[in-house]
C-alpha cells in the first residue's frame, strides 16, 4: 500500500526535519528578510536532486522535480515569522529579540521539505512545483512571486496552514471560503487647536475619534446583514501634543476583515461615507482611505474533494473535520487562486496540553503534526495526478 511506504519513508527523516524545525524556529526572519531560510532551504533541495530557483518574488525558493511538458502540481508554504518576543522556554526558541515564528511557518517550511523527499522518486503525470514563499505575514509575498512567473504552467496548487483549534492528528476541511477577505483602513481626523480650558472654542480631534471608534462599530451591528460579518479592529491611534491643549489632528490605523467579496467590494465608500458623517457632527473633518490588501481563500470543490478523500484514506474519519466557519484571518494564498484552481487546509497543532492561539508569544504547536502534514500532502499531490 502507497500508505505504508510513506510511512516508512517518513520513518527515515522525521528527526532530520524536526531538526531543521527547530533550526529554523531559533532563526526567524521577518517578511521579507527570509534570506538565511531561503538559503536553508534551497541547498537542502538541491542536495536531493531537486531544480531550485532563488531569488523569486525577492527572498522567495521554487523547486521543480518531474515531468515539464504537461504542466506541474504546486504545493504553496511560507517562511516568514512575526514582531513578537517568544515566551515559550523550549531550548529552541528564537534566538532573535523581538521575532518568533508565532504563526507555524517554520512547520509549514520542513512539511515542504518533508514532502520534497517523498515525490522525488515517484513517477507522477504532472512535474511538482514546491513554492516557498516569503512575506506572508505582510500579504505581499504571494504577489511578488507571481509577478515572477510562479503561476505559469501552474494547474493546481495546495496550501496548508497550522490550526490550533484542532487537536494533532486532525484535518479542518472546508467548502468555498476558507478565510476573509482583508483590508487597511486609515483616517485623519482634522479639528481645531484651542486651549484645554475651553474646548468649545476648538474642534477636538481626539474626541471625535473615540466617536468614530465606537460609532463605526454601532454602524456595523445596524446598517449591515449581520449574516455577512464585518470585522473593523483599530490596532494604532496617534493624535495630540500637550496635556491641556485640544488635539488639532488624530491619526487611526486598522484591519478590515469580510468573508462576502460583493459587501468587501463596496466596503470602503460605505466607511467613507459613515465616517465622514461622524465626524462632521463632531465639527471635524475626516480624511478616509481604504486599501484592499488580500481577497478571500475560496477552496476549489474539485481540490477539497481530494484533500477529503486523502484525509479519509490515511486517517481516517474520525480525524476529519468539517469546518463550519470560515476565519477572519486572512492569507494570501489567495493571490495564487486568482490564477489557478486551489485548495487550503487546516492542519491540526494542538497537543495534550493544548496550543496557545497563533500570534501568541506562547504559540507552541505539537511537532508530530509535521508526520500528519507531509503525509496527507504527498498523497494529495498523487491523487492530482490522477
Partial sequence: MQHDNYKKKIDLIIQEIIDLRRHIHAHPELSGMEHQTA????????????????????TGVVAEFGPKKNGFIGLRVDMDALPIDENTDLNYSSKIDGIMHACGHDIHTCIGLGVAHLIKDMKLQYGTRLIFQPAEEIASGARWMIEDGVTKDLIKIVGVHVFPDLLVGKIGIKEGSLTAAAGELSIEIRGKTGHGARPHEGVDAIWTAAKIISGIQESITRKLDPLDPVVITFGKIIGGSAYNVIAEKVNILGTVRCTNLNLFDNLGQWLNENITSIANHCGAEAIVKFRKITPPVNNDS????????????????????????????AEDFAEFLNYVPGAMFRLGVSGNFGCSPLHSAEFNPDEKAIRTGIELLADIIVELNN
Fill in 302 to 329: 474539485e481540490i477539497n474533494r481530494v484533500i477529503r478523500e486523502s484525509t479519509l484514506k490515511l486517517f481516517g474519519y474520525e480525524n476529519l473535520v468539517e469546518l463550519q466557519k470560515p476565519s477572519l484571518g
Fill in 39 to 58: 538559503i536553508l532551504v534551497a541547498g537542502y533541495l538541491k542536495k536531493m536532486g531537486w531544480h531550485v530557483s532563488e531569488s523569486i518574488g525577492r
